[in-house]
């Protein structure tokens, strides 16, 4: 079994930046996409940013500029650097990831969320 447990959201002023991680543990054989999802309130869970096995990255266009992904795949792990942080971000933040427990045996996983509040 595999889990993603994400850290290090809280409550910031507008302007300011939190990074967000997300750890993976269990059984892994390797992981292929992390991506970061955002829900606000009332809102549909949206993609914020994502980063595949190569290191290759997209950011969304509401994040892009402010919004950075990495990851370590020694230690199973993505981060959400987020920088200029304005009240519209303030939502909780999920972390998914295409896990592979074996070569040819894998699938998709949801980490519990962290709430990030930006306030104005």
């Known amino acids: 079994q595999v889990q993603l447990v994400e850290s290090g959201g809280g409550l910031v002023q507008a302007g300011g930046s939190l990074r967000l991680s997300c750890a993976a543990s269990?059984?892994?054989?390797?992981?292929?996409?992390m991506v970061w999802y955002r829900q606000a309130p009332g809102k549909q869970r949206e993609l914020v940013a994502r980063?595949?096995?190569?290191?290759?990255?997209s950011v969304a266009n509401s994040a892009k500029g402010r919004f950075a992904i990495s990851r370590d795949n020694a230690k199973n792990t993505v981060y959400l650097q987020m920088n200029s942080l304005k009240p519209e971000d303030t939502a909780v933040y999920y972390c998914?990831?295409?896990?592979?427990?074996?070569?040819?045996?894998?699938?998709?996983?949801w980490g519990q969320g962290t709430q990030v509040t930006v306030s104005s």
């Open positions: 998914n990831a295409d896990v592979m427990i074996t070569a040819d045996r894998g699938y998709n996983v």
């Open positions: 269990g059984n892994i054989f390797s992981i292929n996409a």
């Open positions: 980063i595949i096995s190569d290191g290759s990255t």
